[in-house]
């Protein structure tokens, strides 16, 4: 094995694998810890590696960091004719997820487990490698896209959420009097703060 010094990594059904060691939260909501790290698998950058139980879910990634992973997990190493980002979102689409369902083994959903010996014998579309990194690198533009414009809808939303709790709070403790606060033209400083910070 080796490596027991580098990061224990997770992979999420949301975000593919992460690139940056679990914190104590998230090890306890996510996976089970070992403390002995020899017991855990190598993961080099380009690495494809899946978790067995939630394969059918879409729980699949590549590696952005060399680190550790589960015994659960299942690490495969792209050949040369692979472009393994190309391959991390082919295998998360509803088509393949329905696949690994299928070669997935358990008596219900929530025990199925992919085995490796029936995850390599699922047909996978297989396009030239320059295609490959095409198709991924237009996702990821995509993608960096879409960020930028829900990065102010995020923020938007956040300070909502602070201007609500501010308001209930003003509320409660009797700053302001909710029914007649926007008739009467009563203020709060830190919900004036908040609104102003709010304007565009």
């Known amino acids: 094995m080796g490596g027991e010094d580098l990061p224990v990594l997770s992979v999420s059904i949301n975000w593919g694998i992460s690139d940056r060691e679990l914190d104590d939260e998230d090890r306890h ?6 403390q002995d790290r020899s017991a855990y698998k190598r993961v080099r950058v380009g690495d494809l590696v899946y978790n067995m139980m939630r394969a059918w ?5 590549v590696a952005k960091v ?8 299942v690490v495969a ?13 082919l295998l998360r689409t509803p088509m393949w997820i329905e696949e690994f369902r299928r070669a997935s083994k358990g008596i219900a959903d929530f025990r199925q487990r992919l085995y490796w010996e029936h995850f390599r014998q699922v047909r996978i579309i297989l396009p030239p490698f320059e295609e490959q990194v095409h198709i991924a690198d237009q996702i990821a533009v995509n993608a960096a896209a879409v960020k930028e414009v829900l ?12 201007f609500r709790s501010a308001l209930i709070t003003a509320a409660v403790t009797g700053r302001i009097d909710v ?3 926007s008739k009467q033209g009563q203020t709060d400083r830190q919900l004036d703060e908040i609104e102003e910070a709010m304007q565009p």
């Open 57 to 61: 879910q879409g729980a699949f990634g």
């Open 151 to 162: 990065a102010p809808i995020a923020t938007s939303i956040d300070r909502l959420r602070e």
């Open 66 to 73: 060399d680190g550790l992973v589960s015994p659960a997990y």
């Open 29 to 34: 909501r996510i996976v089970t810890y070992i």
């Open 77 to 89: 190493r792209p050949t040369e004719k692979i472009h393994a980002p190309y391959f991390e979102h």
């Open 179 to 181: 029914a007649t606060w």
